[in-house]
Nanobody
Framework: QVQLVESGGGLVQPGGSLRLSCAASGSIFSGNAMGWYRQAPGKEREFVARIDSTITYADSVKGRFTISRDNAKDTVYLEMNNLKPEDTAMYYC????????WGQGTQVTVSS
């Protein structure tokens, strides 16, 4: 079993920055993939970023978002810069072991 707890969401103006954190507990190892999806109101959940032996980003966030991981803390981060209103969504952390685990989500709202 793996438990994921996200934090760091909030309200930010366009062009601003936020850093999301996802702390994992349970049977998680450094080789397990972790990452982020997001879901805006009325839209399907979409991939944002993933980190394991490689790092992958959605085209919509390349150059603005950075995913990183602290294996000692079993925590993955998403540094989000130059935020746009279209980045507004609930952001969900995931971890892949023998199954996929999800966090409860953290809301990011980009608005002036």
């Amino acid at each position: 079993q793996v438990q994921l707890v996200e934090s760091g969401g909030g309200l930010v103006q366009p062009g601003g920055s936020l850093r999301l954190s996802c702390a994992a507990s349970g049977s998680i190892f450094s080789g397990n993939a972790m990452g982020w999806y997001r879901q805006a109101p009325g839209k399907e959940r979409e991939f944002v970023a993933r980190i394991d032996s490689t790092i992958t980003y959605a085209d919509s966030v390349k150059g603005r978002f950075t995913i990183s991981r602290d294996n000692a803390k079993d925590t993955v981060y998403l540094e989000m810069n130059n935020l746009k209103p279209e980045d507004t969504a609930m952001y969900y952390c995931f971890a892949i072991t023998s199954t996929v685990y999800w966090g409860q989500g953290t809301q990011v709202t980009v608005s002036s």
